[in-house]
């Protein structure tokens, strides 16, 4: 990765983190907003969103796993 990706992923942890704890979920809309180079915050833009989807692909696995054992 390069620094600029290094540094949009470790403020999208640390966004995500806040997330949790400050029950927004559409903070991560601000943080960019707060980002003044362009370029950092498409680097953090992407994470977020490669963040989110694996976070909803991963819940959406646990859900399918617990129903199966339900049924099963």
Do not use: N, W
Request: aromatic content about 6%; hydrophobic content about 50%; cysteine-free.
């Amino acid at each position: 990765m390069s620094i600029v990706e290094d540094m949009g992923d470790a403020l999208a942890k640390t966004t995500l983190e806040a997330m949790d704890h400050i029950d927004d979920d559409r903070f991560y809309d601000k943080v960019a907003v707060g980002a003044s180079s362009p370029t950092l915050q498409e680097a953090f833009m992407t994470a977020i969103r490669v963040r989110l989807a694996d976070q909803r692909a991963r819940d959406f696995i646990a859900k399918a796993v617990a129903s199966a054992k339900v049924a099963g």
